[in-house]
């Protein structure tokens, strides 16, 4: 008990130190404890051939191990790509659904730039990996409003520097309506007008062409406005 104590207070030994103090402990302890720890030491360390080396040596001698070796980390890597995604699973329903396996931190669809319609695949980012690899197991291939999700783990190694940029915007779809409008009811110039009414008659005199070849006798209205008014010359009295 001594020894023990002695360790206990004293500051941690060398090697050699350490070495010598087994000897003594060896030659203090008993037939029957020197075959114990035989036997436990048999039974923790393995046997290596000759022809490999030893990672760990022990300090009171006897064969060398091995160390085990080290799994790969697996991936860590907590961005989720989510494709097929159905009309209508867009970001507010997303989030409101993949919260409940944890925070999300980033949530992003692609989108039509000039329309802001969905491409169907989006991306989401997790505060925990372990979430984002729960929800790749759960909800791959899952059936949602006849579409079979796909959702895969992103390696970091993989993932775009850029691909979060403008994650918060929403797309604001274009008016195709109120652009046509805008362009029919423009102001135009007189060689802009011209070209307009061109156009029109063009077409009018196909048309009528057309009416005649069936054999309909029906006389076409005339198109007003196809002549631009000539400006009209103001005299100054001197």
Known sequence: MMFYNDIAQSPPPGRSAIVSRLSVVKSEMGTKAKKAMKKNMKRVTAKIKPSEGADFLPLAGGPGRKLPELKPLENTSPVLYIGRIPHGFYEKEMEAYFAQFGTIKRLRIARNKKTGKSRHFGFIEFESPEVAKIVADTMHNYLLFEHLLQVYVIPLENVHPRLWKGFNY???PLDSLQIERERHDKERTLEEHKKLV????????KRRKRIEAA????????????LQPAPKKIKFED
């Not at 029906?218 to 196809?226: F, L, R």
């Open 198 to 205: 061109d156009r029109v008659m063009k077409r009018d005199k």
């Open 170 to 172: 929403r797309y604001k």
């Open 215 to 226: 054999g309909i006798d029906y006389e076409c209205p005339e198109i007003v406005g196809n």
